[in-house]
């Protein structure tokens, strides 16, 4: 699997190819893969026991003795997999569809359609998504014929001909369709997080649906695996289009291609990619979308993955009642290329305007190997987030501004791949010497005794807290179905994994990290093989709001027993305290597992003292007066907990987290931190380096320019949060006892204390007594600089050049101060408008005008009293559809459509998500922060809840009409000063371009 590095710019309601991460690994760590002990034994065959009647058919399912998710693994007559776990912390279940087919399955003529295919699994069948499926199937197969016509046509101009044909054709066929009908209906039953990703290996469909719908999700699941219609296909197509460009415009992710196209030269891992090529995206067919679909979607290939709040026996009888008519079909055999060795580094190059670095990657067997075992056991020793040589020698040392190692561990193959960026003035190449050198000292043995001892142990621990999420539950089930192991022995891998002794491991180094490397330099620069994928011209199909199949209809009005809402009480549900300093304690008890959190917050940031961020960044490189700062980052490793500390602009979490059984040693340790660190000259002066470094990085990523440098001065002006930090003077001039002060007077601020964890509060606040060492009397929090926010008085349109093929568009328009009066009505708003796929502007935007991959809105209340709300609006899209994406945004924003059918879906949403929705363990206690900071004393939803029923469209439109249509806007644009029409940009208000340096202020 592959991490997603670049997150998307707002809340974005498409499609996003998100492969499931099953551990959570700590950020910097990057890895994707942690193990644990266990003592699995044989599976057994177990008759489920739970009917009366002698006609029930029974269901035998398997077990493994210890599992901790108590998972029953089921195999239907059809060949159906299903996994099932019982966990009732809230009463949803989180679904997972798996379908064992990725790209790696694509035809070599037809790449990205494994993906393609995907994205119209959300289309519906012939009962879904459709008002008249006989006259909509005879435009559709005449579509189908015209695309293959399309495909085999050289000519441009009969190309252009035939496409116009199929956009006319279309058209008639979108008028029998009803678009977003599947996100709809999952809405109306109350889903969230409808979503799917394809990776090499597989298509995987989620849903995290309430416990009482499981009829219904069962009905709607089976239907689409059972047929798939490729309706409203040029504009998913064009979608798709986005998607690539989005693609184009990522460094990283080209990167990460030219890494795999040269690590694997002969398999599909690098000869070809999910997304598939800019020709086989213009040449799409449609007969080949259906073949592959008819081979892999069917039931002997899939598996059901479920974890929640669930029934065994009547889940499973649900599920075959609708899955078990489907039929199996023999699937083709996959082959894989063997691959040649690599005898000596391949060296390439990727030129692009984000920052430099280096990724170097190596090629290790498949993922049921002991050798890919053992990988991941040397991506820890390298990279854990503590105290792998990565960790320490290069991030802890300085060495690099930023490095770590992450697994892409596979069926056929799995790499290992090291990455790292540059300090100013570093050569890459010195960066992958640094990195090689890294593994010459696995090679070699050169690390203490204890790491492997303890990666086991952290394994453990982060496995456990990792199964206090259902996502992660359920998508244990995916990776062992998608592996084709045997759960017992997907279990058993965590016992094996402690099994790996520091010999093997130096085998396997030596065996696999010789010159055998592909080393990919990113470069800051103009790419000169720069392509994007062309605009086709599109007439905008309807998407039929207030019609309905019969099949919606049907299972909508299917009867469901009502879940009613748990609203949080504070003062029942968080036991406050005092410690003998008088520093109040907020307590909530874990009663799961042996994990605890431990927080003190202070209401001060880098608002009161711009060095705060520095100091709490300082602190990972001081040590004590007994350890050295890597002797501390050892220890803490050792004993399975970990701590931070990181201020915001009016808020400062210390933070300590791991095994409870660690408490005390591990609280004692961090406070011998934190009261007496040990100023480091040196350590400052690289630090200071790396942020001056950080921060040119930072003015090259687009992510960065627009969603903080822009916004920041939007909202603001010039001198804002954002830019309110020290100058490069000032960061010079910088002694070490001057953040090590600051540090040493966290403790002395009024400050509060939250704690979720097993042991009792009296005991708690015994230990605190003693190991927190606090003043008699603690000092107030100094005076914070006020940033006034700016009115907008006029309409604006603020741009920055960036090279790149798409331009993203922000809509900002500033709205009240903080009102808990509306919350009800901006949540019901911000649900029907441009809160999912099933929204109005997901709809017109995507669906209908095809103008972009991402589209959203969103009115967004102040997170604190006496701050402004701000109704922000987003679009990605290619530069040449400017105009009409920000035309059609406007329109929406100035003129909301009306559509009682999908105001319904929306209260129903919101009402179902808060009946099922369970606040639980710590998030108990950040509920209580986030409510004070709004001068709550009670669980806002309950108004959201009680109020969003009764709430007609003519509410909706009061609130719109009030604070959004009409209103002055302030415009943000980031896109490649060639392209963009600046011409149309005018029509929205006066035109700036702004530098990077007025909106980054250096």
């Given at each position: 699997?592959?991490?997603?590095?670049?997150?998307?710019?707002?809340?974005?309601?498409?499609?996003?190819?998100?492969?499931?991460?099953?551990?959570?690994?700590?950020?910097?760590?990057?890895?994707?893969?942690?193990?644990?002990?266990?003592?699995?034994?044989?599976?057994?065959?177990?008759?489920?026991?739970?009917?009366?009647?002698?006609?029930?058919?029974?269901?035998?399912?398997?077990?493994?003795?210890?599992?901790?998710?108590?998972?029953?693994?089921?195999?239907?007559?059809?060949?159906?997999?299903?996994?099932?776990?019982?966990?009732?912390?809230?009463?949803?279940?989180?679904?997972?569809?798996?379908?064992?087919?990725?790209?790696?399955?694509?035809?070599?003529?037809?790449?990205?359609?494994?993906?393609?295919?995907?994205h119209m699994v959300f289309k519906g069948t012939s009962k879904l998504g459709t008002q008249n499926w006989a006259a909509e199937k005879v435009e559709l197969d005449k579509i189908e014929a015209l695309y293959e016509q399309y495909r085999a046509?050289?000519?441009?101009?009969?190309?252009?001909?035939?496409?116009?044909?199929?956009?006319?054709?279309?058209?008639?066929?979108?008028?029998?369709?009803?678009?977003?009908?599947?996100?709809?209906?999952?809405?109306?039953?109350?889903?969230?997080?409808?979503?799917?990703?394809?990776?090499?290996?597989?298509?995987?469909?989620?849903?995290?649906?309430?416990?009482?719908?499981?009829?219904?999700?069962?009905?709607?699941?089976?239907?689409?695996?059972?047929?798939?219609?490729?309706?409203?296909?040029?504009?998913?197509?064009?979608?798709?289009?986005?998607?690539?460009?989005?693609?184009?415009?990522?460094?990283?992710?080209?990167?990460?291609?030219?890494?795999?196209?040269?690590?694997?030269?002969?398999?599909?891992?690098?000869?070809?990619?999910?997304?598939?090529?800019?020709?086989?995206?213009?040449?799409?067919?449609?007969?080949?979308?259906?073949?592959?679909?008819?081979?892999?979607?069917?039931?002997?290939?899939?598996?059901?993955?479920?974890?929640?709040?669930?029934?065994?026996?009547?889940?499973?009888?649900?599920?075959?009642?609708?899955?078990?008519?489907?039929?199996?079909?023999?699937?083709?055999?996959?082959?894989?290329?063997?691959?040649?060795?690599?005898?000596?580094?391949?060296?390439?190059?990727?030129?692009?305007?984000?920052?430099?670095?280096?990724?170097?990657?190596?090629?290790?067997?498949?993922?049921?190997?002991?050798?890919?075992?053992?990988?991941?056991?040397?991506?820890?020793?390298?990279?854990?987030?503590?105290?792998?040589?990565?960790?320490?020698?290069?991030?802890?040392?300085?060495?690099?501004?930023?490095?770590?190692?992450?697994?892409?561990?596979?069926?056929?193959?799995?790499?290992?791949?090291?990455?790292?960026?540059?300090?100013?003035?570093?050569?890459?190449?010195?960066?992958?010497?640094?990195?090689?050198?890294?593994?010459?000292?696995?090679?070699?043995?050169?690390?203490?005794?204890?790491?492997?001892?303890?990666?086991?142990?952290?394994e453990q621990l982060q496995r456990t807290k990792s199964y206090e999420s259902n996502e992660a539950r359920a998508g244990a089930f995916v990776e062992a179905f998608v592996a084709r192991e045997d759960w017992k022995d997907y279990l058993k891998?965590?016992?094996?994994?402690?099994?790996?002794?520091?010999?093997?491991?130096?085998?396997?180094?030596?065996?696999?990290?010789?010159?055998?490397?592909?080393?990919?330099?990113?470069?800051?620069?103009?790419?000169?093989?720069?392509?994007?994928?062309?605009?086709?011209?599109?007439?905008?199909?309807?998407?039929?709001?207030?019609?309905?199949?019969?099949?919606?209809?049907?299972?909508?009005?299917?009867?469901?027993?009502?879940?009613?809402?748990?609203?949080?009480?504070?003062?029942?549900?968080?036991?406050e305290t005092k410690l003998a300093s008088g520093v109040p304690v907020f307590y909530t008890r874990n009663a799961e597992n042996n994990l605890f959190n431990l927080y003190y917050v202070l209401d001060m940031g880098t608002n009161n003292d711009?060095?705060?961020?520095?100091?709490?960044?300082?602190?990972?490189?001081?040590?004590?007066?007994?350890?050295?700062?890597?002797?501390?980052?050892?220890?803490?490793?050792?004993?399975?907990?970990?701590?931070?500390?990181?201020?915001?602009?009016?808020?400062?979490?210390?933070?300590?987290?791991?095994?409870?059984?660690?408490?005390?040693?591990?609280?004692?340790?961090?406070?011998?931190?934190?009261?007496?660190?040990?100023?480091?000259?040196?350590?400052?002066?690289?630090?200071?380096?790396?942020?001056?470094?950080?921060?040119?990085?930072?003015?090259?990523?687009?992510?960065?320019?627009?969603?903080?440098?822009?916004?920041?001065?939007?909202?603001?002006?010039?001198?804002?949060?954002?830019?309110?930090?020290?100058?490069?003077?000032?960061?010079?001039?910088?002694?070490?006892?001057?953040?090590?002060?600051?540090?040493?007077?966290?403790?002395?601020?009024?400050?509060?204390?939250?704690?979720?964890?097993?042991?009792?509060?009296?005991?708690?606040?015994?230990?605190?007594?003693?190991?927190?060492?606090?003043?008699?009397?603690?000092?107030?929090?100094?005076?914070?600089?006020?940033?006034?926010?700016?009115?907008?008085?006029?309409?604006?349109?603020?741009?920055?050049?960036?090279?790149?093929?798409?331009?993203?568009?922000?809509?900002?328009?500033?709205?009240?101060?903080?009102?808990?009066?509306?919350?009800?009505?901006?949540?019901?708003?911000?649900?029907?408008?441009?809160?999912?796929?099933?929204?109005?502007?997901?709809?017109?935007?995507?669906?209908?005008?095809?103008?972009?991959?991402?589209?959203?809105?969103?009115?967004?209340?102040?997170?604190?009293?006496?701050?402004?709300?701000?109704?922000?609006?987003?679009?990605?899209?290619?530069?040449?559809?400017?105009?009409?994406?920000?035309?059609?945004?406007?329109?929406?924003?100035?003129?909301?459509?009306?559509?009682?059918?999908?105001?319904?879906?929306?209260?129903?949403?919101?009402?179902?998500?808060?009946?099922?929705?369970?606040?639980?363990?710590?998030?108990?206690?950040?509920?209580?922060?986030?409510?004070?900071?709004?001068?709550?004393?009670?669980?806002?939803?309950?108004?959201?809840?009680?109020?969003?029923?009764?709430?007609?469209?003519?509410?909706?439109?009061?609130?719109?009409?009030?604070?959004?249509?009409?209103?002055?806007?302030?415009?943000?644009?980031?896109?490649?000063?060639?392209?963009?029409?600046?011409?149309?940009?005018?029509?929205?208000?006066?035109?700036?371009?702004?530098?990077?340096?007025?909106?980054?202020?250096?």
């Amino acid at each position: 699997m592959i991490p997603l590095f670049l997150a998307l710019p707002v809340a974005s309601a498409s499609i996003v190819k998100k492969p499931f991460l099953l551990f959570l690994p700590a950020i910097a760590a990057l890895s994707l893969t942690q193990c644990q002990t266990s003592k699995p034994v044989a599976a057994t065959d177990t008759p489920s026991a739970t009917t009366s009647s002698a006609s029930q058919k029974e269901y035998k399912y398997q077990t493994v003795e210890g599992d901790p998710l108590k998972a029953r693994i089921y195999t239907l007559d059809n060949g159906l997999t299903v996994y099932l776990s019982d966990y009732d912390d809230a009463p949803r279940i989180q679904t997972y569809m798996a379908v064992r087919a990725g790209s790696k399955n694509d035809p070599h003529n037809a790449t990205g359609l494994a993906h393609y295919l995907e994205h119209m699994v959300f289309k519906g069948t012939s009962k879904l998504g459709t008002q008249n499926w006989a006259a909509e199937k005879v435009e559709l197969d005449k579509i189908e014929a015209l695309y293959e016509q399309y495909r085999a046509q050289t000519d441009v101009a009969s190309r252009k001909k035939l496409y116009h044909q199929i956009d006319s054709v279309s058209s008639v066929a979108a008028k029998y369709a009803v678009a977003n009908e599947y996100d709809k209906v999952m809405g109306a039953i109350g889903a969230k997080g409808s979503n799917a990703y394809t990776s090499v290996e597989q298509t995987v469909y989620q849903e995290d649906i309430p416990s009482n719908q499981i009829e219904k999700w069962a009905a709607i699941q089976s239907e689409r695996l059972g047929e798939m219609v490729p309706r409203l296909f040029h504009t998913e197509l064009e979608a798709v289009y986005e998607e690539k460009n989005r693609g184009l415009d990522s460094d990283f992710r080209k990167e990460l291609e030219m890494l795999n196209r040269n690590l694997y030269q002969k398999h599909e891992y690098g000869t070809q990619t999910t997304i598939g090529t800019i020709e086989h995206l213009q040449n799409p067919s449609i007969t080949e979308i259906k073949k592959y679909f008819g081979q892999y979607y069917v039931p002997n290939n899939v598996a059901l993955c479920l974890s929640g709040d669930l029934d065994y026996d009547q889940t499973i009888r649900v599920i075959n009642q609708y899955f078990g008519k489907l039929q199996s079909k023999p699937v083709p055999a996959y082959t894989p290329a063997k691959e040649s060795p690599i005898t000596a580094p391949i060296v390439k190059e990727v030129i692009g305007p984000d920052a430099e670095n280096v990724m170097l990657g190596y090629r290790f067997p498949g993922v049921a190997t002991r050798d890919a075992l053992v990988l991941r056991m040397l991506d820890k020793i390298l990279t854990n987030g503590q105290a792998g040589l990565i960790d320490l020698n290069l991030n802890q040392k300085q060495a690099v501004l930023s490095a770590a190692s992450f697994t892409d561990i596979n069926n056929d193959y799995s790499s290992h791949i090291l990455y790292a960026t540059p300090r100013q003035g570093q050569k890459l190449e010195q960066v992958r010497d640094l990195l090689l050198g890294q593994l010459e000292k696995v090679k070699k043995g050169d690390f203490p005794e204890w790491l492997i001892p303890a990666i086991i142990n952290n394994e453990q621990l982060q496995r456990t807290k990792s199964y206090e999420s259902n996502e992660a539950r359920a998508g244990a089930f995916v990776e062992a179905f998608v592996a084709r192991e045997d759960w017992k022995d997907y279990l058993k891998q965590f016992d094996d994994f402690a099994t790996i002794t520091k010999e093997e491991v130096v085998r396997v180094a030596n065996q696999y990290y010789g010159p055998s490397y592909v080393a990919v330099y990113k470069r800051t620069g103009q790419d000169p093989n720069k392509v994007k994928v062309v605009k086709p011209a599109i007439t905008p199909v309807p998407v039929n709001r207030e019609v309905a199949s019969e099949f919606y209809k049907e299972v909508t009005n299917k009867s469901t027993p009502e879940l009613q809402p748990v609203f949080l009480d504070y003062k029942k549900d968080i036991q406050e305290t005092k410690l003998a300093s008088g520093v109040p304690v907020f307590y909530t008890r874990n009663a799961e597992n042996n994990l605890f959190n431990l927080y003190y917050v202070l209401d001060m940031g880098t608002n009161n003292d711009p060095r705060l961020g520095l100091a709490a960044d300082y602190l990972q490189y001081l040590g004590t007066g007994k350890y050295t700062a890597e002797q501390l980052q050892q220890e803490f490793y050792k004993l399975g907990c970990s701590f931070a500390v990181s201020s915001g602009q009016d808020r400062i979490f210390v933070s300590l987290s791991g095994l409870d059984s660690n408490f005390e040693p591990a609280l004692q340790l961090f406070e011998s931190l934190i009261n007496a660190p040990k100023p480091d000259a040196a350590a400052l002066q690289n630090m200071v380096a790396g942020e001056l470094k950080s921060r040119q990085d930072a003015k090259l990523n687009k992510g960065v320019i627009l969603n903080q440098a822009m916004l920041n001065y939007a909202k603001y002006g010039s001198k804002n949060p954002f830019t309110s930090r020290l100058s490069e003077k000032e960061l010079k001039a910088l002694k070490p006892e001057q953040l090590t002060t600051l540090i040493k007077q966290i403790p002395t601020y009024q400050h509060r204390v939250l704690y979720y964890g097993p042991r009792p509060a009296t005991g708690l606040v015994t230990t605190l007594n003693t190991d927190h060492k606090t003043p008699a009397t603690l000092k107030a929090v100094p005076a914070a600089k006020d940033f006034a926010e700016q009115p907008m008085n006029a309409r604006k349109v603020y741009w920055v050049d960036y090279n790149m093929v798409q331009a993203e568009i922000l809509f900002l328009t500033k709205g009240d101060i903080y009102d808990k009066n509306i919350v009800p009505t901006v949540s019901l708003y911000n649900e029907y408008f441009g809160g999912s796929m099933g929204s109005i502007v997901f709809q017109e935007l995507r669906e209908s005008k095809a103008l972009a991959y991402s589209a959203s809105s969103r009115y967004a209340n102040a997170d604190k009293l006496g701050r402004s709300s701000y109704n922000l609006s987003y679009i990605g899209t290619q530069s040449d559809k400017l105009p009409e994406a920000m035309a059609g945004m406007e329109a929406l924003l100035n003129d909301m459509p009306v559509a009682e059918a999908n105001l319904q879906i929306a209260k129903n949403a919101i009402r179902n998500s808060i009946a099922t929705e369970r606040i639980t363990k710590s998030d108990v206690l950040f509920s209580y922060e986030r409510a004070k900071r709004l001068g709550l004393d009670y669980d806002v939803r309950r108004d959201v809840y009680e109020k969003t029923q009764n709430m007609s469209f003519a509410d909706l439109q009061k609130f719109q009409q009030a604070k959004v249509k009409g209103q002055n806007q302030t415009i943000l644009v980031i896109g490649s000063k060639d392209r963009l029409n600046f011409k149309e940009l005018a029509k929205y208000g006066q035109v700036q371009q702004l530098t990077l340096k007025e909106i980054f202020g250096y």
